[in-house]
Protein backbone atom coordinates (compact mmCIF):
# COMPACT_ATOMS: atom_id res chain seq x y z
CA UNK A 1 0.00 0.00 0.00
CA UNK A 2 2.62 2.20 0.91
CA UNK A 3 4.87 1.42 -1.82
CA UNK A 4 1.85 2.24 -4.76
CA UNK A 5 1.20 5.52 -2.81
CA UNK A 6 4.75 6.67 -3.10
CA UNK A 7 5.52 5.14 -6.93
CA UNK A 8 2.36 7.30 -7.66
CA UNK A 9 4.05 10.58 -5.96
CA UNK A 10 7.68 10.01 -8.17
CA UNK A 11 7.87 12.10 -10.92
CA UNK A 12 8.26 11.23 -14.41
CA UNK A 13 12.10 11.49 -15.55
CA UNK A 14 13.35 11.18 -18.98
CA UNK A 15 15.80 9.14 -19.96
CA UNK A 16 18.87 10.62 -22.17
CA UNK A 17 18.26 11.32 -25.13
CA UNK A 18 19.90 13.38 -27.81
CA UNK A 19 16.99 16.31 -27.84
CA UNK A 20 18.07 16.16 -23.79
CA UNK A 21 21.66 17.14 -24.52
CA UNK A 22 20.78 19.28 -27.20
CA UNK A 23 19.16 21.09 -24.80
CA UNK A 24 21.98 20.76 -22.17
CA UNK A 25 24.66 22.13 -24.99
CA UNK A 26 22.00 24.89 -25.88
CA UNK A 27 22.02 26.18 -22.35
CA UNK A 28 25.24 26.64 -21.50
CA UNK A 29 25.93 28.02 -24.37
CA UNK A 30 23.39 30.22 -23.97
CA UNK A 31 24.89 31.28 -20.34
CA UNK A 32 28.19 31.84 -21.43
CA UNK A 33 27.40 34.01 -24.14
CA UNK A 34 25.18 36.19 -21.41
CA UNK A 35 28.19 35.99 -19.18
CA UNK A 36 30.81 37.08 -21.54
CA UNK A 37 29.52 40.52 -21.84
CA UNK A 38 27.71 40.43 -17.98
CA UNK A 39 30.66 40.01 -16.41
CA UNK A 40 32.48 42.56 -15.14
CA UNK A 41 35.53 41.87 -13.91
CA UNK A 42 36.75 39.03 -16.10
CA UNK A 43 40.30 37.30 -16.19
CA UNK A 44 41.23 37.11 -12.74
CA UNK A 45 42.14 33.51 -12.36
CA UNK A 46 44.09 31.02 -14.68
CA UNK A 47 43.01 32.01 -18.33
CA UNK A 48 42.04 29.58 -21.28
CA UNK A 49 44.03 29.68 -24.55
CA UNK A 50 41.14 29.04 -26.66
CA UNK A 51 38.62 32.11 -24.86
CA UNK A 52 40.53 35.36 -24.68
CA UNK A 53 39.94 36.81 -21.34
CA UNK A 54 37.41 34.46 -19.91
CA UNK A 55 39.25 32.83 -17.15
CA UNK A 56 38.79 29.43 -15.19
CA UNK A 57 36.56 31.22 -12.36
CA UNK A 58 34.10 32.47 -15.76
CA UNK A 59 33.65 29.28 -17.18
CA UNK A 60 32.81 27.66 -14.24
CA UNK A 61 30.86 29.75 -13.27
CA UNK A 62 28.63 30.40 -16.47
CA UNK A 63 28.51 26.32 -17.01
CA UNK A 64 27.17 25.74 -13.57
CA UNK A 65 24.67 28.38 -14.52
CA UNK A 66 23.99 26.48 -17.51
CA UNK A 67 23.24 23.65 -16.35
CA UNK A 68 21.20 24.71 -13.46
CA UNK A 69 19.13 26.48 -16.49
CA UNK A 70 19.24 23.19 -18.88
CA UNK A 71 18.30 20.97 -15.48
CA UNK A 72 15.17 23.35 -15.58
CA UNK A 73 14.13 22.92 -19.01
CA UNK A 74 14.81 19.74 -19.18
CA UNK A 75 11.96 18.91 -16.18
CA UNK A 76 9.78 21.46 -17.18
CA UNK A 77 9.36 20.42 -20.46
CA UNK A 78 9.16 16.28 -19.38
CA UNK A 79 6.45 16.99 -16.81
CA UNK A 80 4.37 19.01 -19.63
CA UNK A 81 5.15 16.02 -22.13
CA UNK A 82 7.15 18.01 -24.54
CA UNK A 83 9.95 15.65 -24.23
Known amino acids: MI ?3 LLGATPHTSVWSYKIAAIMIVSNLLVMAIGRYAIK ?3 LGPSIPLIQSFGLPELLAT ?3 GHVVGA ?3 IGASSTGLI
Request: aromatic share 8%; net charge positive.
Open 3 to 5: FQI
Open 63 to 65: TSL
Open 72 to 74: GII
Open 41 to 43: VRG
